[in-house]
């Protein structure tokens, strides 16, 4: 019984020492996170196409909404003139139909469609149909010359006849529209009530991306793209849109893809916010919140399990891993393990960002786990049937002995002292021969490590144990354990052992055995506290040593365990986690550790970081086909492992897309000869296409520095990402310098747009006036009005007119600047004592007739001491011929401002028929000192008083650029010398006034 509690003991200690392994934890993580890049990246195929390719047509919406627009100037009448069948709407669409039949030869898409609202149906009804041009592409792939791969499934039918297109047998004259809620129609009226609603948005943020429908009434469902078109006066006159069949999307995520056994699907769903869920938070569930998903389409027979009434729940388990439960009719109870990857298809601005469309990963957890699960029940088999043979052994041995104990005590008791006492090897001596008990103790003990060995043995992996006796200084081991060991010590490290090795093990001294494991330090791996691998000198073979020290601290006992296989796996494992598939750089997630625990670590004294964005793999794929494309990005990986080995980390982030940190230069000049030497490898690196064009690998590229322009990843990423889009949008294949600036003007429009938008609305803008002084007399004969935004966001006149720019609103700061200027101005009618008012007007912009007839009628009598102030670098001949009439018409005059700043300076004189000129300050500024400021004050002075026209020096902040400028004979003088903006018109004050007179000797 001893012997079997004995046994017992060692084997639940190998069966703990190798359960306290994290490596069937590790293998399950490995083999979600390989499941989890395999659906981000097709997802990121996906969404490629779904934006780049079949939503991009922004400038089709243009021109048809030009077309109709012409087809109801041609009528007279307007959008809500439209009805089904109706002349008007026949000629709407006939203007039409030849932007929208070449846009259906070049897209690569299932139909076209246009459906214009009819102002006569009511959307609560289904009624007869709306006015329509819907056209079916039978094969999208190819631009069939004749067009006989076109159909026309609703249309007039004059127009037909016109394109000489044939008709769809599901031919119809009108398109029918289910009513105003129902989702055959929301292709339709999503788009159009959004347009409605928020009639300033930009029609590529109003595009709808509809439920699966069957639009051409085929049988066979579709995805829809659906865009507003609007008339020039802003109002809805239908939707554009395309379709893309189920079947040839959900081509994008074949379900053997994730399970080479069929046994894993892919789901293609859109889930909301409900719940709670942020609009940045990604598609996946919260922890403790479930989420649901609506499927569109799916591959693989598997998610029939999962999915009923067409959509599924799903939540996170306890170690954060997305997974779903089997629904409540299928037939087996396993659950899934997934991964929901986020389509891209709206921007936070878009009215329906509360969509998120994702692509589901699908697979039974026993099958997505199978080796982790296969491996953790044969290590209890082995364990198992060691346990058993034990005992058995144990109980056999016990059985014999007991027989022979008897035996032995006789020969015992017949010896004689004299004679050597001769012992059966396996016998047992009787307590009160001590001496005689210990030698067969010690047999005994001999067994029992034999029968140790014999189970170690037994697993299908080579195991061995050892004992280090600190007290008696000697090491003893297994049977085997320098076959284990032998796997990654050098030749010849184990002679000493064997010499004293028999079938029960061996034993050595234990200064010898510790210094067999001091040569194996310089490739020890620690795993855990006492648990370590090791490797041979070439790597391919691994060794698990595990340790315990006794509780006296007399002993250290271990286990070695050849575990090559299980190492090998789990690195390969790791390495496909790590990589990308197709080009065996880092992927996305390990780029991102490296260089992150580069910088917290031992960050580099200087670093860089690369975005790299292929040119022209669009065209390639398009023109011969994704392999070809995938050549295409070996290629550039090439160059980029070529030329950043050993100088850093770099990675494909997604399918054209590279990221590149180098950490090994010195400074921003030895970056830069890496970088060229990388553009010139990229520059030479080619492909010969099939039908023999040589195609050149371009890639535009951004680069930001650590630590001067960032210090942590994320922001060295946006910045790098940044400095690369403002190369692909202003010099293409180029290298490109992260510019703080042009980054914080971006981000101050996009920051900003809405307090635009309460500035305007709420008129939250004051006017202060500079005064404007004769250059003679110093008395004050004009004023300039100056913008004062009462918003901190938008504290300046510049930055307005940088957002109203941005967001085409500048028609409403000109208003705005017209009607506040003179409105504020009127109400110090005491205090300007009948001065002229200078107004900066914006060149490109031009008041509506309403706005002229208004602002004749509340401010006729002022605007004939109204100047038009324009900028001189904002010159337009158009505007100026219209400026010059609106001052004519209304007795007022022109001045142009800034003159001397552009190029234009001559054209714009003899263009517009202008009172006033005023010098730039840049000019004014240190004239007193730069006689090349003189030559040129001079010369423009002397040009604009030959032609009759008053010259103002603004910007003069001091006597001595005062004194200057009279000498050079300007007409009149503005600057804070003169006076600052006020509130109120300010006095000129009188010491300011008899220096002028002084310097331009008028003093009485």
């Given at each position: ?602 960050p580099p004294a200087f670093g860089a970081m690369l975005m790299l964005d292929l040119d022209n793999l669009k065209y390639i794929n398009d023109t011969y086909g994704h392999d070809w494309g995938d050549h295409y990005i070996k290629a550039a990986a090439s160059v980029i492992e070529r030329t950043f080995e050993g100088e850093g980390f770099f990675a494909r982030i997604s399918g054209d897309e590279f ?43 951004g680069v930001a520095f650590y630590p001067e322009d960032a210090v942590d990843f994320s922001h060295l990423r946006e910045y790098a990402d940044f400095a690369m889009y403002e190369a692909k949008n202003h010099r293409k294949g180029a290298l490109l310098r992260f510019d703080r600036k042009s980054h914080e003007r971006g981000a101050f429009i996009l920051n900003n747009k809405e307090d635009l938008n ?247």
């Open positions: 019984m001893p012997f079997c509690i004995a046994l017992a003991i060692q084997g639940v200690m190998c069966v703990a020492v190798l359960a306290g392994s994290e490596t069937l934890e590790q293998m399950e993580a490995d083999a979600y996170d390989l499941f989890s890049e395999r659906v981000s990246s097709r997802a990121g195929y996906l969404e490629n196409d779904m934006i780049f390719r079949w939503s991009d047509f922004d400038v089709v919406v243009d021109d048809v909404g030009d077309d109709i627009d012409s087809a109801l100037a041609a009528h007279g009448a307007s959008a809500t003139d439209i009805a089904t069948g109706s002349d008007l709407s026949l000629a709407v669409i006939d203007a039409s139909a030849d932007d929208l039949l070449s846009f259906a030869r070049r897209a690569e898409v299932d139909g076209v469609y246009l459906v214009l609202a009819d102002g006569a149906v009511d959307p609560s009804s289904e009624g007869d149909g709306h006015p329509a041009l819907y056209i079916r592409d039978a094969n999208p792939k190819v631009d069939v010359a004749n067009g006989s791969d076109l159909q026309l499934a609703a249309c007039p039918i004059s127009v037909a006849r016109r394109l000489d297109i044939a008709l769809d047998s599901q031919w119809s004259a009108a398109f029918p529209l289910a009513a105003e809620g129902e989702g055959q129609s929301a292709f339709y009226y999503r788009p159009l009530r959004a347009a409605q609603q928020y009639p300033d948005a930009d029609t590529s943020d109003l595009g709808y991306w509809g439920r699966p429908v069957d639009l051409g009434w085929t049988g066979t469902q579709s995805v829809t793209y659906s865009k507003p078109v609007r008339d020039a006066a802003g109002n809805v006159v239908g939707v554009l849109g395309v379709e893309v069949r189920l079947d040839r999307i959900a081509s994008f995520f074949p379900y053997l893809d994730l399970n080479e056994g069929g046994n894993g699907s892919y789901l293609l769903a859109v889930t909301g916010e409900d719940g709670g869920f942020a609009r940045d938070g990604g598609v996946s569930p919260a922890t403790g919140q479930p989420r649901t998903y609506e499927v569109l389409t799916a591959t693989g027979a598997s998610q029939s399990l999962y999915v009923e009434d067409g959509s599924f729940e799903s939540s996170l388990d306890e170690k954060g891993r997305m997974t779903v439960e089997p629904s409540e009719a299928a037939s087996s109870a396993a659950r899934a393990a997934a991964s929901a990857a986020e389509i891209k298809l709206y921007d936070s601005t878009s009215p329906f960002a509360s969509e998120h469309w994702a692509l589901v990963g699908l697979e039974r957890e026993d099958d997505l786990f199978s080796a982790a699960h296969l491996l953790s029940e044969n290590l209890m088999k082995v364990f198992a049937a060691s346990i058993v043979v034990g005992i058995v052994v144990a109980v056999l041995t016990a059985w014999l002995s007991s027989s022979r104990l008897r035996h032995l005590m006789g020969e015992v008791r017949a010896a004689s002292p004299e004679q050597p006492i001769s012992f059966t090897p396996t016998g047992i001596v009787e307590v009160d021969e001590l001496s005689e008990s210990i030698e067969l103790l010690g047999s005994e003990v001999a067994s029992a490590a034999s029968r140790l060995s014999q189970i170690l043995k037994l697993s299908d992996r080579s195991i061995a144990a050892f004992e280090c006796n600190f007290t008696s200084s000697v090491a003893t081991y297994t049977d085997g354990f320098f076959d284990a060991m032998g796997l990654v010590l050098p030749s010849g490290s184990g002679e000493q052992g064997s010499a004293h090795e028999g079938s029960l093990g061996g034993a050595v001294p234990l200064g010898a055995f510790e210094r067999l494991f001091q040569s194996l330090r310089p490739r020890y791996e620690q795993e855990s506290d006492g648990r370590w691998i090791v490797s041979d000198v070439d790597g391919r073979r691994w060794v698990r040593i595990v340790t315990l020290e006794s509780d006296d601290g007399t002993r250290v006992f271990g286990l070695v365990e050849d575990v090559t296989d299980e190492i090998a796996t789990r690195r390969r494992i790791e390495h496909e986690r790590d990589h990308d598939v197709l080009t065996g750089l880092l992927n996305r997630r390990a780029f991102e550790q490296a260089v992150t625990e580069r910088l917290a670590g031992i990221l590149v940190f180098v950490d090994r230069c010195a400074d921003a000049d030895g970056a830069y000869r890496l970088f060229d030497s990388f553009m010139r490898a990229l520059d030479t690196s080619v492909l010969e296409a099939p039908d023999a064009t040589v195609l050149k690998v371009r890639a535009s590229v309460r500035l305007l609305d709420e008129n939250l803008i004051d006017y202060h006036f500079q005064p404007i002084v004769d250059a003679r007399m110093g008395e004050a004969v004009a004023y300039e009005a100056l913008m004062r935004p009462q918003l901190p966001s938008i504290a300046t006149p510049d930055r307005v007119l940088l957002l109203a720019r941005s967001q085409s609103k500048l028609y409403r700061v000109e208003h705005l600047t017209f009607f506040g200027a003179l409105e504020a101005f009127a109400k110090h009618g005491d205090a300007a004592r009948g001065a002229t008012l200078f107004v900066n007007s914006i060149a490109t912009q031009r008041l509506s007739s309403d706005d002229e007839v208004e602002l004749q009628k509340r401010f006729g009598p002022l605007l004939k001491h109204l100047v038009i102030e324009i900028t001189e670098s904002d010159y337009s001949r158009e505007m100026s011929l219209y400026k010059e009439g609106l001052a004519r018409r209304w007795g007022a005059r022109l001045a142009i401002d800034d003159f001397g700043s552009g190029y234009n300076g001559e054209t714009s004189l003899l263009d517009y028929h202008a009172d006033f000129v005023k010098l730039d300050m840049g000019i004014v500024s240190g004239i007193d000192v730069a006689r090349d400021h003189q030559d040129i004050a001079r010369n423009l002075i002397g040009y604009a008083h030959d032609r009759g026209i008053r010259v103002i020096a603004e910007g003069v902040e001091t006597p001595s650029e005062l004194k200057a400028v009279i000498g050079l004979g300007v007409d009149y003088l503005q600057g804070y010398l003169i006076g600052k903006p006020a509130a109120t018109p300010p006095a000129v004050p009188a010491d300011i006034q008899e220096l002028i007179r002084t310097l331009a000797g008028t003093s009485c």
